[in-house]
């Protein structure tokens, strides 16, 4: 005999009051290992670890939860958790509602403190300087490429990557009245106003492109005056009062941003080993004939995956360049190690920019 709604709501609080007490038990644990913690000074974070956790349980699940749905459940309660052990300060590109925001709490969970940046500069400014235990900064789009002021920035930091995530990114026009007509000017980062140009040239032909520091900067100033568009997520438009005029006006419909977590090596060491780890690096290799081709042969010989390759200008004013490049692997691996090895042999430069557990 079917279940009524009554008797079916019942059984779902009685459910999640043991939810909470299993819940509350979970996080008497965590406090426990926090304290262990203290007092062997390990990190209270520790990427890997929760890589392995949420790994572990999405290969158990029988369903009907997704898998996608258990990660996001998951990264909440350890959220929570981390908080009872110490607070944790995330700096970002801010203000409210930005997609570095997003990232930030979409790899740290909501349960920490936010500390939102004007520029990516200051971002990198507050980790190193301690204002902030981790950073997160975009580093590559889909459609646009590497953000180039994040890879500037890494070369000269004392800060390490730590870790990645990713998404899909909905650039939408946000407006003080939902209609397209009367918009002189459109905001945005100049990432997203490239990422979205041939939306503007179709849609807003006459309408002046101005860059701000972030969307969410842009979403703002647009908030200020009836003339002013933004190009934001729909976070930014409920943070400032817009509209949302167009969805999705990105030109590619697939369009993802990487993020990198960055942190001073004594706030985190280097991650252990996941299972699915990544190594990135910066290297540069003396200007002759075959020298880009003899550092890319160690990973060859050794057997290792390359995933990205991004070259810059040294600005020397030699026509040098040093090139970014992300590996498959961890270095506890004996071919990672011996291709890490031989490649450093062959380099006139050589930084690893971090060794982290790699985003689904």
């Not at 709501?9 to 009685?14: K, L, M, S, V």
């Not at 810059?312 to 360049?321: D, V």
């Amino acid at each position: 005999m079917a279940k009524t709604l009554p008797e079916l709501r019942t059984q779902i609080d009685a459910l999640d009051l043991e939810l909470l007490a299993l819940l509350n038990r979970r996080a008497a644990l965590a406090h426990e290992v926090g304290e262990i913690k203290r007092v062997d000074g390990s990190p209270i974070f520790r990427p890997d670890r929760e890589a392995q956790v949420i790994s572990n349980l999405q290969a158990a699940n029988p369903g009907p939860l997704k898998s996608s749905s258990l990660a996001v459940i998951w990264r909440e309660i350890m959220s929570a958790c981390r908080a009872l052990e110490a607070g944790q300060r995330v700096a970002y590109l801010g203000p409210a509602g930005t997609f570095s925001e997003q990232a930030a709490l979409q790899y740290f969970g909501s349960s920490i403190e936010r500390v939102p940046c004007v520029s990516i500069d200051e971002v990198f400014r507050a980790t190193a300087a301690g204002s902030a235990e981790f950073g997160v900064v975009p580093v590559e789009n889909s459609s646009e490429g590497v953000i180039s002021r994040s890879l500037d920035l890494l070369l000269n930091s004392p800060l390490h990557i730590v870790g990645e995530t990713s998404f899909l990114v909905r650039h939408n026009l946000l407006r003080l009245t939902p209609t397209l007509a009367g918009i002189e000017v459109v905001y945005a980062h100049p990432q997203a106003l490239a990422q979205c140009q041939d939306w503007l040239t179709a849609h807003l032909p006459n309408a002046e492109r101005r860059a701000a520091s972030s969307n969410a900067e842009g979403a703002r100033l647009a908030s200020g005056n009836p003339a002013w568009a933004a190009i934001a997520s729909e976070r930014a438009g409920g943070e400032f009062g817009l509209h949302v005029v167009s969805h999705a006006i990105q030109d590619d419909a697939f369009n993802r941003t990487r993020f990198a977590v960055v942190c001073l090596p004594q706030t985190l060491p280097a991650p252990e080993a996941s299972g699915k780890d990544c190594v990135s690096l910066i290297v540069s290799v003396p200007n002759k004939p075959g020298a880009v081709h003899d550092m890319l042969m160690p990973l060859k010989t050794h057997g290792v995956s390359m995933t990205r390759f991004e070259s810059r200008p040294a600005r020397s004013g030699q026509w040098e360049y040093y090139f970014y490049i992300d590996i498959q692997g961890h270095p506890s691996q004996p071919h990672v190690a011996l291709a890490l090895k031989d490649l450093q042999g062959l380099c006139a430069f050589y930084k690893v920019l971090g060794t982290y557990p790699v985003s689904e």
